[in-house]
């Protein structure tokens, strides 16, 4: 069974510019998440889905970032416009959820640079 | 306030335990202890997960003493490729991930 799918694994912006990211859950995932990871740091969380609801979105940029999850599957990630500081690591990962811990399945991610 | 406080970094060598231990003193009762294991360029990738006492997989064994305030991951017998880092978090569903513990196993 195919992992957590996540394109492009890179991508590199000049500053201001737009850029978005896309996630494949796993199949029959209902929670998913979406991370950035700066060098050197763990991951940060930005965002958490149960189907299509953002439940979690907290740590969110929200002058800049934006999230969607349609029909509960697949997931975008914007940036719009970047600056510098985003240059990340972008993770997406999802679970089956439930009240019991986490197993959760990472992708690959995108590595973003911003110049 | 953070949930867990982990060690930044241990160095071991080839063939020796490591013991990882998290501090998880504010546990919820309905809090899991899930372990993550993160190598350079890839995601974190799920190592083990407890509720209490001990639990053991083919990759790790996971101690949870009665109180739950802490929780140790022990490593059997490393290699070169279990350098990695290594992250405690706790909770049902709550994927907030520390700085975690950066492991450098040595030949």
């Known amino acids: 069974e195919a992992g957590v799918v996540q394109s492009p694994r890179y991508k590199i912006i000049e500053k201001k510019q737009p850029v978005a990211f896309w996630c494949n859950p796993i199949?029959?995932?209902?929670?998913l998440y979406w991370y950035r990871q700066n060098l050197g740091q763990g991951p940060e969380l930005l965002i958490r889905?149960?189907?299509?609801?953002?439940?979690?979105d907290s740590q969110l940029p929200k002058d800049r970032f934006s999230a969607e999850r349609l029909k509960g599957v697949d997931s975008t990630l914007k940036i719009q416009p970047a600056e510098l500081g985003d240059s990340a690591v972008y993770l997406c990962?999802?679970?089956?959820?439930?009240?019991?811990?986490?197993?959760?399945?990472f992708g690959q991610g995108t590595r973003l640079t911003v110049v | 306030l953070a949930k867990t406080t982990q060690p930044i970094s241990m160095d071991s060598y080839e063939g020796q335990e490591v013991n990882i231990t998290c501090s998880h003193n504010?546990?919820?009762?309905?809090?899991?202890i899930t372990w993550y294991q993160q190598f350079p360029s890839q995601g974190p990738r799920f190592i083990i997960q407890?509720?209490?006492t001990k639990v053991t997989n083919e990759v790790a064994s996971l101690f949870i003493p009665a109180d739950r305030k802490s929780s140790t991951l022990s490593l059997p017998r490393v290699s070169l490729s279990d350098t990695a880092v290594y992250y405690c978090?706790?909770?049902?569903?709550?994927?907030?991930f520390g700085a975690g513990t950066r492991l450098t196993v040595k030949p």
């Open positions: 199949s029959g995932h209902n929670t």
């Open positions: 990962a999802s679970a089956l959820g439930g009240a019991r811990g986490t197993e959760a399945f």
């Open positions: 889905y149960e189907n299509e609801e953002a439940v979690d």
């Open positions: 978090l706790v909770g049902p569903d709550d994927m907030r």
């Open positions: 504010n546990i919820a009762t309905n809090d899991y």
């Open positions: 407890g509720y209490k």
